[in-house]
């Protein structure tokens, strides 16, 4: 099976402007959940999609937002960007959520840089 | 809230001696535990989950987990380490009921092996 993909690798925006990232799941994986990764904050939880509706949802500001699609491809969007959104998004997939003998299978990230 | 801790930054080993990167955790009730490991520009890889049954988990490349529930404690141990071994270790927990498949991660320790 392939992995879990994003689109693009790579991207330079600037302050004020908005940007979409994409991620398909692993095929057959129904959950899709995004995380920050910053080298001062870490890796932090932004929000989990599951069967095309947000089932949690971590400590961000309303700027960040997510959808899933009914093929299980997930888009996040930043709005109005800051210079401290630059991060490297990671996006993970899982057959469901909340199962116990599951694990998250991560894609290779998006690399965001505000300038 | 769960959280956990890796309390060294940095982990140097030389090639063929065995490692031990820690971590302990705090979430309430039984915990579902997980190591990750990132090389650079890259995404995160699964290792290996502590669910329930043996303390001594295996995982991928030679790395095992010890779980120790009195002292809150998942460290991740190789009996032999490569150079090819390098790379950032994230340990993280995820709590048995609600938050989905929220992972909440450590800071991430520096494992360096050298010849």
Redesign the interface.
Known sequence: KAG?T?TPRYLIKTRGQQVTLSCSPISGHR?V?W?QQTPGQ??Q?LF?Y?SETQ??K?NFPGRFSGRQFSNSRSEMNVSTLELGDSALY?C?S?PG??E??????????T?LTVL | AQSVAQPEDQVNVAEGNPLTVKCTYSVSGNPYLFWYVQYPNRGLQFLLKYITGDNLVKGSYGFEAEFNKSQTSFHLKKPSALVSDSALYFCAVRGLTGGGNKLTFGTGTQLKVEL
Not at chain 1, 100 to 109: D, L, S
């Open positions: 879990v994003q959950s959940s995380y870490g890796l939880f989990e599951f089932r949690n971590g990671l993970a899982s959520t909340g116990f003998y599951n694990e998250q299978f991560f894609g290779p990230g690399r």
